[in-house]
């Protein structure tokens, strides 16, 4: 019985091709909007983490240099 159960799924998806564009994706070449906002979404998705990482480490490097000029100032003031 199990041995059944591939080959009936197999013959099912055989007979129902149209369920294959029920994606998203497969619906998007319909119109032009959809197609610019699937890019436009996929290049945000893209840059995204890169720009949130840069951003992060340009933080730090701020804040970093902003305690070493403190640091200095200090030093200075002490002497």
């Known amino acids: 019985m199990r041995s059944l159960l591939p ?13 294959g564009s029920a994606c ?13 906002a699937f890019v436009w979404t996929t290049v945000l998705l893209s840059v995204l983490p890169p720009g949130m990482v840069g951003l992060c480490v340009g933080w730090i490097y701020l804040r970093a240099r902003q305690q070493s000029e403190r640091a ?8």
Do not use: R
């Open 7 to 19: 080959a009936f799924l197999l013959i099912v998806l055989a007979l129902a091709p149209e369920a």
């Open 24 to 36: 998203a994706l497969c619906l998007a070449s319909e119109s032009e909007a959809t197609k610019y």
């Open 72 to 79: 200095s100032q200090a030093a200075a003031s002490a002497s």
